[in-house]
């Protein structure tokens, strides 16, 4: 069964720090892409980051270039994202996603993944 599960998520003042885990299982990491999408109220799912496990290329949105960083654990089958500098409008909620990799769109669009497997998310907060 595939499973990914967020955590790392809270309550920060702006301009801090967090870093969020999502912790995979039940599909062959090596093989995978895992996406980082938030999604605040009334607002649609957006891409924030993305990682091919294989070969460590990754993307960010303009938004969050030189802010964010997306790695991995392949011992611990978990990618992580590092957000610095945070500011109010990031607060959402945090999911990430899995997708066994293959070439075509960009996977920060959330019609990469078609194998939908997405997690239940983890709650960011960015106080003024």
């Known amino acids: 069964e595939v499973q990914l599960v967020e955590s790392g998520g809270g309550l920060v003042q702006a301009g801090g720090s967090l870093r969020l885990s999502c912790a995979a299982s039940g599909f062959d990491f090596d093989d995978y892409v895992i996406g980082w999408f938030r999604q605040a109220p009334g607002q649609e799912r957006e891409g924030v980051s993305c990682l091919s496990i294989s070969d460590g290329f990754a993307r960010y949105a303009d938004s969050v270039k030189g802010r964010f960083t997306i790695s991995s654990d392949n011992a611990k089958n978990t990618v992580y994202l590092q957000m610095n500098s945070l500011k109010p409008e990031d607060t959402s909620v945090y999911y990430c996603?899995?997708?066994?990799?293959?070439?075509?769109?960009?996977?920060?669009?959330?019609?990469?993944?078609?194998?939908?497997?997405w997690g239940k998310g983890t709650l960011v907060t960015v106080s003024s």
């Open positions: 996603v899995a997708q066994d990799e293959y070439y075509g769109s960009s996977c920060l669009q959330s019609q990469y993944y078609t194998s939908d497997y």
